[in-house]
């Protein structure tokens, strides 16, 4: 079955950096855009950054516009999220999300798996 | 980018009795070609991640029980529990999928038994 494993979460000093990595399983990754989506302590879900099942494209939210790079490595199954410059408010619950399959439209669709989560805090 | 409002922000519902939940977009959601809805439900319960409950508005997702239902178009949506279980305590969002590149969320809605 489906499986989403996040990891590389941890605590950073404001300013610093930290990848994370997003280990999928149980599907054909490389046919599925992915999603990252973070939710900040008792907070709702951020939607911050997508990239296309070939990697062609990707997109940001302005939050983290400039700051986090969204990757993907298809033949090791794995998505990555590259963030740098980060900010206290960037403190929470790292999520990665799979975009449900479709062969007429690679952006638009629901998020129909989601991993467990990993958590960054960025704290001095 | 389209902003995602819901209300209420809270609902006490007693066990057995229905759960309505409203999600309204800043602009229509109606996607092209395919002339639907591009809305989806999720429900996060405590210390877990999001669940998809619908999509396309008001299509349920393999497996999740029959109590659950969407309705709405263009702006408005409704999200329906008929007959809550305990089980069902959780937080709700509507999230839009119209606006690429922005995804995004309601605020969500907090279900709690009376």
């Known amino acids: 079955q489906v499986h989403l494993v996040e990891s590389g979460g941890g605590v950073v000093q404001p300013g610093g950096s930290l990848r994370l990595s997003c280990a999928a399983s149980g599907f054909s990754f490389s046919r599925h855009g992915m999603h990252w989506v973070r939710q900040a302590p008792g907070k709702g879900l951020e939607w911050l950054s997508f990239i296309w099942y070939d990697g062609t494209n990707h997109y940001y939210a302005d939050s983290v516009k400039g700051r986090f790079t969204i990757s993907r490595d298809n033949f090791k199954n794995t998505l990555f999220l590259q963030m740098n410059s980060l900010r206290p408010e960037d403190t929470a619950v790292y999520y990665c999300a799979r975009k449900v399959y479709s062969d007429s439209d690679a952006s638009r669709g629901h998020f129909d798996f989601w991993g467990q989560g990993t958590l960054v805090t960025v704290s001095s | ?114």
């Open chain 2, 1 to 114: 980018d389209i902003v995602m409002t819901q209300s209420p922000e809270s609902l006490a519902v007693s066990l057995g009795e229905r759960a309505t939940i409203n999600c309204k977009s800043s602009q229509s959601v109606l996607c092209s070609p395919n002339n639907k809805n591009c809305l989806a439900w999720y429900q996060q319960k405590s210390g877990q991640p999001p669940k998809l409950l619908i999509y396309w508005a008001s299509t349920r997702e393999s497996g999740v029980p029959d109590r659950f239902s969407g309705s709405g178009s263009g702006t408005d949506f409704t999200l329906t529990i008929s007959g809550v279980q305990a089980e069902d305590v959780a937080i709700y969002y509507c999230q839009q999928y119209y606006g690429t590149p922005g995804f995004t969320f309601g605020p969500g809605t907090k279900v709690v038994i009376k």
